[in-house]
């Protein structure tokens, strides 16, 4: 059964998944926040942008409850395609981040106001006629997806890891393992490589020949 159980437990781990993701940019240069880190521009703080857009329209809009303030959408006239996954040099680290945080409290508001089977619509849905429990859901996956991107292109600037600064786990291994690890892992990669296939000199001479009829 459906219940509010598993709203608060949804809503639980979603406030811990947000936590997670602002923890990232902890301790970084702008240009770190700022930088992308892979071939697509996958960058931190533009999976902060793009997220206050998610947590804004899904459980905002979809429930009738649009956020108070203005946010770039597709479709939208003049929208630039990717424009919520990145930061311009004129928005501030903290300007973003503090709307990261308002949208936090109005979705939560949304979660606690409504019923686990209340009725929203999201039009870009192929079925678009949703219940909260389907778009927290959504939400949570999505978040969690950009948390493991995070993960990613943190360990990459700094090798910080782990989801918090008291998250000692991983942490608690020194350079050497790590180093260690790294190695036995390429080792193992390189070990599972299918051979190259051998092909001797004559062979490769005879099956670069015609076929014909023998004239011998």
């Given at each position: 059964m459906i219940d509010a159980f598993a709203r608060d437990y949804m809503h639980s781990d979603l406030r811990a998944v947000r936590a997670a993701i602002l923890w990232k940019l902890d301790g970084l240069s702008e240009y770190d926040v700022r930088r992308?880190?892979?071939?697509?521009?996958?960058n931190l703080l533009g999976l902060v942008t793009h997220l206050t857009g998610t947590e804004a329209r899904y459980l905002g809009d979809v429930f009738g409850r649009p956020f108070p303030e203005r946010l770039p959408w597709w479709g939208d006239e003049g929208y630039e395609p990717f424009a919520d996954l990145w930061a311009a040099p004129d928005q501030s680290r903290a300007e973003i981040v503090d709307r990261y945080r308002r949208v936090w409290d109005h979705a939560d508001a949304t979660i606690v106001a409504l019923d686990i089977d209340a009725p929203g619509h999201v039009p870009w849905w192929p079925r678009p006629d949703v219940r909260l429990f389907n778009v927290m859901v959504h939400v949570l996956a999505e978040t969690?997806?950009?948390?493991?991107?995070?993960?990613?292109?943190?360990?990459?600037?700094?090798?910080?890891v782990g989801t918090e600064?008291?998250?000692?786990?991983?942490?608690?291994?020194?350079?050497?393992?790590?180093?260690?690890?790294?190695?036995?892992?390429?080792?193992?990669?390189?070990?599972?490589?299918?051979?190259?296939?051998?092909?001797?000199?004559?062979?490769?001479?005879?099956l670069d020949q015609p076929m014909g009829p023998s004239t011998s």
């Open positions: 992308p880190l892979t071939a697509t521009g996958t969690n997806r950009h948390a493991g991107h995070a993960d990613v292109l943190r360990e990459q600037l700094d090798g910080a600064a008291s998250d000692m786990v991983l942490q608690g291994f020194d350079a050497a393992f790590w180093t260690d690890r790294h190695a036995a892992i390429e080792q193992a990669a390189k070990a599972a490589q299918e051979p190259e296939p051998i092909t001797s000199l004559a062979t490769a001479h005879t």
